[in-house]
Each structure stands twice: as structure tokens, then as C-alpha cells.
């Protein structure tokens, strides 16, 4: 099948890899323009362009895809190498631009999502993280017909994934990438597929995550905490203030049996270093210094002797 692809992240980059292991032709490749990132703030290749670039697919990185938007330059451009493409249908996967009109009505199949939710739960930008933070004992892949909503289009076909107690975004990711590379697959190999409406019912929306939001707030109950740190995790992790030092902490364990005021280290001996929250406590497993790597909290310990009674900020 002629497909165009559209996606930026490694979550894009499996599921397009799975695309051409199938034997599908993909006619051309959206994803977004370069990015600075790393120490060096050097240009970066996203996962998706990287693939493309190793396989000889053809490839566009539009700033835009909207005609009447900043970038009409852009668009147009797209819009003439989507129409020269010629694709019977655009499979989305973490693109990170809107779609507008022009290009859901281009392909003859129309554009169809890779979404990392069980829809209407989690529509946006941030579904995995979100599912992690809430506390959902499951999450999974929809693929979706998609139309000029926000993750509003038909469900055509889905499968849940169980959260653990130890997963975090990171581990998630890795099987839902996989999940929805073979959903994909397994969608355009189907004849035909019926489209089922999301309920109206169990809408939530999962806001991008923000860097602000690393900070974390010992006022929450240590289960929230403890969520949040898996949710972070690989970004953008969840911090604290020590001596004038953010401390990234990613891995903690509820301790249900005590309690104290809200950042006060009630423990800090024996391996061990546990701080009460709002509600409970929460031992701190493993933590990372600027600029070091992730350490356990022994080692931890021995860098900062003396934090029993201090208050964390």
C-alpha cells in the first residue's frame, strides 16, 4: 500500500519501521524540523528523519502545514509533495503539527492515528505519562480514524496494555511503541474495519507535560509522589532542593507506617533515607546530583551524612 508517513519521536520511529518490514511503500515521510538540544545545543536529527534517511525514503520537514498560517511556504511545499505522493492513506504517530482540512481529505483512505491511550481516556499530547501519574492499572494503543478534532476521531481498532507497579514512561513507551507499530499494521492489512464512535462518556485530556512540573511538592500524599516519579521518568524527571542543589530523585517507595511534616527526612541511616509527605512518607531509592549519574541511596548517604531532621526543599 502507498502510505505517507507522518511522526517525529522513536514512538513514530517503530511504528514506521514495522510499516516497511510489512512490505508497505512509503511514498513520503513527515516529520518536524531539526532541533537544538544536548549540552551543545547542536541540530538534531529526530528518530523518525533518521530512519528515513537510512532507508532512502523520501522526506519533508515542514515548520507548518497550515496555508493560511507563518509558514505558507512551508505548507504549500508539503502539500505539493503530498499530492505528488499520490498516498492512499497517511498513517500520524506523534507528529507533533496539526493536521489541517487539506491534508485529512488528501489520501483516499484518509489519515490514521497511532494513539497511546484506550480513547476517549487520555486524548492529547501526554497519554502515557498521564495514565502513569493517575494511577490506571491499564492503558493501551486506538488506532483512530482522524478528523479536525483533538484525538476525537472513530475508533477502528485497540488493545490494552497493563500498567505495573514499576513501570515507568520510559519502559510503557517501549511496549506501546511496539503495540502500536503491529496495530498499524495489522489495520491496513484488514479489508475493512468498522468505525466505532468514542463515547461521550471518560473523556480526560493529558496536557503536555511541563518542566515546572518536576518540582516536587511533599504537601502530595506519598502514592502521588511516588507515581509522578514513574511518570517523569525519562522526562523531565521529578527534582528537589538540597544545600542549594537540585536533586533529581526517580525511584521511591511508599511507606505506608509513617509520617511527619510534609519534606522532613525522618530517616536517614542504614541505607535507607525516607521523607514524610502529605500524607505517609516515601523512601527515596535512587537519585542523581547535577551533572552526576543515578546513584542508590547509600551512596547517596555518604555524599550528604547528617540529613536526619533536615528539611527537604
Known amino acids: 500500500m502507498r502510505i ?9 520511529a517503530t511504528a514506521l519501521a514495522q510499516l516497511i518490514a510489512a512490505g508497505h511503500d512509503i511514498v513520503l515521510v513527515l516529520t518536524q524540523p531539526d532541533r537544538p538540544a544536548g549540552r551543545g545545543m547542536k541540530l538534531q536529527l529526530s528518530p523518525v528523519k533518521a530512519l528515513a534517511l537510512a532507508r532512502d525514503l523520501p522526506l519533508s520537514q515542514p515548520r507548518s502545514l497550515r496555508l493560511d498560517g507563518k509558514y505558507p511556504e512551508d505548507a504549500r511545499a508539503a502539500q505539493q509533495a503530498l499530492a505528488a505522493a499520490a498516498p492512499e492513506v497517511m498513517v500520524v504517530a506523534a507528529y507533533g503539527l496539526i493536521l489541517p482540512a487539506w491534508v485529512l481529505a488528501l489520501p483516499p ?11 476517549p481516556r487520555w486524548r492529547g499530547a501526554a497519554p502515557i505519562h498521564r495514565a502513569i501519574e493517575a494511577g490506571d492499572a491499564k492503558t493501551g494503543i486506538t488506532i ?57 462518556a471518560g473523556v ?10 518536576a518540582a516536587i511538592d511533599w504537601l502530595q500524599p506519598a502514592a502521588l509522589i511516588e507515581r509522578r516519579l514513574r511518570a517523569f521518568d525519562p522526562f523531565p524527571g521529578a527534582s528537589f532542593t538540597l544545600d542549594g542543589e537540585v536533586i533529581k530523585l526517580w525511584r521511591g517507595r511508599i511507606e505506608r507506617l509513617m509520617s511527619g511534616t510534609p519534606g522532613r527526612v ?12 502529605g500524607d505517609h512518607a516515601l523512601q527515596l531509592l535512587q537519585l542523581q546530583r547535577p551533572g ?3 546513584i542508590d541511596t547509600a551512596a547517596f548517604l555518604q555524599a550528604h551524612p547528617g540529613l536526619a531532621g533536615r528539611q527537604l526543599g
Not at 505517507?4 to 513514530?12: D, R, V
Not at 480526560?204 to 512540573?213: G, L, P, R, T, V
Open 292 to 294: 552526576g549519574r543515578r
Open 266 to 277: 525522618l530517616r536517614a541511616d542504614g541505607g535507607q533515607l525516607i521523607v514524610a509527605c
Open 204 to 213: 480526560s485530556y493529558a496536557h503536555k507535560i511541563d518542566k515546572a512540573e
Open 4 to 12: 505517507a508517513f507522518a511522526g517525529t519521536p522513536e514512538f513514530a
Open 144 to 200: 483512530m480514524q482522524m478528523d479536525a478534532g483533538l484525538d476525537t476521531g472513530d475508533m477502528l481498532l485497540w488493545r490494552s496494555e497493563a500498567i505495573s507497579a514499576q513501570d515507568c514512561t520510559a519502559t510503557l513507551h517501549n511496549r506501546l511503541a511496539a503495540l502500536g507499530g503491529e496495530l498499524i499494521v495489522q489495520a491496513l492489512a484488514a479489508p475493512s474495519l468498522q468505525r466505532t464512535p468514542q463515547p461521550s
Open 109 to 119: 483512505r484518509g489519515c490514521l492515528n497511532i494513539h497511546a491511550s484506550l480513547l
